[in-house]
């Protein structure tokens, strides 16, 4: 720490302090001889006393001097600073100014967004360096310019700065500035961090960039680098916000017949209870059309809770094309404004069709109920559901078996080779099989060697009746298609689903366990093979039929029972899976890669790309032949319309929705020692508003003023001054002016 004046020249008046001593000098009273024999007893006191009395003038004089002198100090305004050069607006500077423009900055307070708050003050902190200065900017979403800009020319950036859906950690923007600032020239250095310090714009996991160089650079004359991180906006606690977190079709496919349904996920983030509206449109975004409002609901939200809604699109979609949808919500004034809109793209297909092969009808009931609950001639549906026994495998189904989406093997016992040949040829080209393993599966003909080429693992022999029944495990691969919606409720499910008998296996053929039960035996295994089209086969070790009768030798398990909702969600699932339905993917986060089929030898020469706003056109290189549209990183949140021109006057409508990553809706501060961990604990100075800013700023470029503890010191010395001063001006007991005693003869005359 150095010592410093700010009006140095006043530190002069100090000699005021020597006012008292001149005083003292040419005003002292000459002693005048007084002869009173009666008097020789006080002089003896008073020669006592003489020293005592000259100690007590002593303090007072000093006290005097120092007053004065401290009252002309204080005039000078003294400060204790650090290595920063000291001075006033004028030291040319190296300013850094890092910018969160995070989504979560969009927060309105007082009807003005935080980033437009960071603006304000970051223009505040460039008007009080000289036009001499190099401003350092950098912000979360784009790399910084290594090159400083003029005050006027940062003034410019900063105006045009917006949030973005897509921003990099902004350990990497304040590396990029320290670099900057260091190696600039300029006698004075500061980096300001303007930011709400949610923790999705930080990586937690590491300190920011550039400490390194920043403590180096403090170790030369002058090299100090002061950080100011600005925390801007309410704390968490003070958040109000709405948003819609989930939109989804349900069963993973949409049908040209029946209305598709559509589920939303309406969340609040805040302390009070909401109510809201909720609106759902389809259409739009090409030029000249408006997005249709096809339904609304109201929804009540306690704190901190959420709300399910439920719409329908209009019946018989066209086949072929990209659908639109969005659900919006509305009602009330919501601060932050990016989450309240969220879409889905999605093509409508013919229902599905779906082989069911069984030796009994019953041991098909289950599955055939699961995928279409109200079969019927002409009846709209997802899933056409079609029923068979293994010898009309080769007879009925050879040529078109290819068309079906799925194929259940349920609980057959014999195949011959050139049904299970059909199969394997089948699953090769992209298709999709289950085999539900139960009593009358033999394994001399499941073990064969054309079921081995395809079948995830081979059959030893059924587990014996259990006295007691036993239970499913838990998933094994929570990342699994077929399990990630719901892992915590299917664990919960199967932990309690009654077990009694399943196929114990000789060594995989080639597959992975996706479930087991509960003691770790396979229930579930997956084998895939790479081909045009992934094909897939699943295979259960125990039945995809209930027997009630638990005393029934065919009883081996309550997997198909009402009682349960796991049966039917996870067959619904599996067949969109199995055909591959679910990789045709349109709905995409921003900033991840969207990846357009665009069809089996399908061939490109041009790509025309539409962002939300119907102005945004890019173009895009043409993949090759056969190969998918990589659309890479898009940003803009909203519906997307991709144009592809073929060869001649071919030309294909294709679209995709981005949303805003979820995570910047649920805010998090980074606390006190999440900041220590960025910058170091004594490497920063946290500024909660605009006047901790300032204070901060001067104590930055001035440093601490000691003026407050000089005047408490002063205070304290006038008090010690008048305690020491007291006795000289005490009155003598007898009045003001106590007379000598008269003769009593005199008084008489």
């Given amino acids: ?163 973005h859906a897509v921003n990099r950690p902004l350990n990497i923007a304040v590396g990029e500035v320290y670099e900057a600032v260091v190696e600039c020239d300029r006698p004075r250095r500061e980096v300001y961090v303007l930011s709400d310090l949610a923790k999705t714009s930080w990586d937690l996991g590491r300190p920011a960039e550039g400490l390194d160089k920043v403590a180096k650079a403090g170790e030369t004359p002058g090299g100090k680098v002061a950080t100011v991180v600005l925390r801007l906006g309410p704390p968490a606690a003070e958040r109000e916000n709405v948003s819609i977190d989930e939109m989804e079709i349900p069963s993973g496919v949409a049908s040209t017949g029946d209305p598709v349904e559509v589920r939303g996920l309406v969340r609040s983030h805040g302390s009070k209870p909401a109510s809201r509206v909720v609106e759902f449109y389809m259409g739009g975004v090409e030029k000249g059309q408006q997005p249709v409002k096809k339904g609304q609901t109201t929804v009540e939200i306690a704190p901190g809770g959420q709300a399910e809604v439920q719409f329908f699109t209009p019946p018989r979609l066209k086949e072929g094309e990209v659908h639109r949808a969005e659900l919006r919500v509305t009602g009330a004034p919501d601060p932050l404004a990016f989450d309240d809109a969220r879409y889905i793209s999605f093509q409508a297909r013919p229902p599905m069709k779906v082989l069911v092969v069984s030796d009994l009808d019953d041991d098909a009931d289950f599955v055939a109920l699961a995928l279409d609950p109200e079969p019927g001639a002409g009846a709209a549906r997802t899933y056409q559901v079609v029923r068979a026994r293994g010898t009309e495998l080769t007879t009925k189904y050879r040529d078109s078996l290819k068309d079906h989406a799925a194929v259940f093997l349920l609980d057959v016992a014999v195949l011959d080779d050139s049904a299970w040949g059909l199969l394997n040829a089948y699953v090769h080209e992209g298709g999709g099989l289950v085999v539900g393993a139960g009593v009358r599966c033999r394994p001399d003909n499941y073990n064969g060697p054309i079921p081995s080429q395809i079948l995830p693992a081979q059959l030893d022999a059924p587990t014996p009746t259990q006295p007691n029944a036993a239970t499913f495990g838990k998933v094994a691969d929570v990342t699994h298609p077929l399990f990630d919606r719901y892992v915590e409720g299917y664990d919960s499910q199967f932990s309690i689903m009654p077990v009694y008998k399943y196929w114990k296996l000789k060594t995989p053929n080639a597959g992975r366990t996706l479930l087991t039960f509960a003691d770790g035996a396979p229930a579930l295994l997956e084998r895939t093979f790479q081909g045009a089209r992934t094909g897939r086969v699943l295979m259960w070790t125990t039945p995809l039929a209930r ?167 002063i205070l304290i010395l006038v008090t010690a001054e008048n305690y020491l001063a007291n006795p000289f001006y005490k009155e003598p007991a007898g009045g003001p002016t106590a007379a000598p005693p008269t003769a009593p003869a005199q008084a008489a005359a």
């Fill in 547 to 713: 027997r009630v009768q638990r005393s029934d030798p065919a009883a081996w398990n309550e997997l198909p029972n009402l009682s349960y909702w796991v049966f039917p969600v996870v067959m619904n699932l599996t067949v969109p899976y199995l055909s591959g339905s679910t990789g045709e993917k349109l709905v995409f986060d921003a900033g991840e890669d969207a990846i357009l089929p665009l069809g089996p030898g399908a061939a490109a020469t041009d790509v025309r790309i539409v962002g939300p706003d119907g102005k945004t056109t890019e173009a895009a290189t043409p993949p090759p032949a056969g190969e998918p549209l990589k659309v890479a990183a898009p940003q803009f949140p909203g519906h997307w319309i991709v144009v592809v021109s073929g060869p001649g006057d071919a030309k294909k409508t294709l679209g995709f929705s981005l949303n805003p990553p979820g995570a910047e809706s649920r805010y998090a501060e980074l606390e006190k020692g999440d900041l220590d961990s960025l910058f170091g604990k004594d490497g920063y100075a946290l500024a909660g508003d605009d006047k901790a800013l300032k204070k901060v700023t001067e104590l930055i470029r001035v440093g601490h003023e000691i003026f407050p503890w000089i005047m408490f010191l």
């Fill in 1 to 163: 720490m150095e010592f410093s004046l700010m009006h140095a020249g006043l530190a002069a008046g100090a000699a005021m302090a020597a006012i008292p001593v001149l005083l003292h000098l040419f005003m002292r009273p000459t002693p005048k001889h007084v002869v009173f024999p009666a008097l020789r007893l006080i002089r003896e006191r008073q020669k006592r006393s003489k020293k005592k009395m000259r100690i007590k003038n002593w303090l007072l004089l000093a006290a005097r001097m120092l007053v004065l002198a401290l009252m002309a100090l204080a005039l000078a305004r003294p400060r204790l600073h650090s290595e920063t050069p000291l001075g006033d607006d004028s030291v040319p500077t190296a300013l850094g100014l890092v910018f969160d423009t995070s989504l979560s900055m969009g927060y309105k307070q007082n009807d003005r967004t935080l980033l437009d708050l960071a603006k304000e003050r970051a223009l505040e902190l460039i008007d009080r360096v000289p036009d001499s200065s190099l401003v350092f900017t950098a912000d979360s979403a784009s790399p910084a310019s290594k090159t400083g800009r003029s005050p006027a020319a940062a003034r410019q950036w900063i105006n045009d700065l917006a949030v």
